[in-house]
Nanobody
Framework: EVQLQASGGGLVQTGGSLRLSCTAS????????IGWFRQAPGKEREAVSC????????YYRKAMKGRFTISSDNAKNTVYLQMNSLTSDDTAVYYC??????????????????WGQGTLVTVSS
């Protein structure tokens, strides 16, 4: 059974940090791209970052570059998203997803095969 378990969300003050985790099982982790998305209330789901597990290449949405860092621990089938300097605009449900697509970019949302359940991040002012 394929599973993506996202965790690490919570309540944090403006300027604070959180580290999200996404643990995968049931598929060949090394062959996939793992992406982080977020969805704020009333807004569409948007891409945050992704990592190609096979070569470790990482990509970020422009607004997150320099504040967020994506990494993986392949031995644990886990991808992390370290989020720093958080603002209220970062408040959202964060989802991780897995795609068989690679390339020099993050796959489009439609190209992700598996999704986790989401973890809520709330940034208070």
């Amino acid at each position: 059974e394929v599973q993506l378990q996202a965790s690490g969300g919570g309540l944090v003050q403006t300027g604070g940090s959180l580290r999200l985790s996404c643990t995968a099982s049931g598929f060949s982790f090394d062959d996939y791209t793992i992406g982080w998305f977020r969805q704020a209330p009333g807004k569409e789901r948007e891409a945050v970052s992704c990592i190609h597990i096979s070569d470790g290449d990482t990509y970020y949405r422009k607004a997150m570059k320099g504040r967020f860092t994506i990494s993986s621990d392949n031995a644990k089938n886990t991808v992390y998203l370290q989020m720093n300097s958080l603002t209220s605009d970062d408040t959202a449900v964060y989802y991780c997803a897995a795609s068989r697509h690679g390339g020099s970019y993050c796959p489009a949302l439609i190209d992700y095969d598996y999704w986790g359940q989401g973890t809520l991040v709330t940034v208070s002012s």
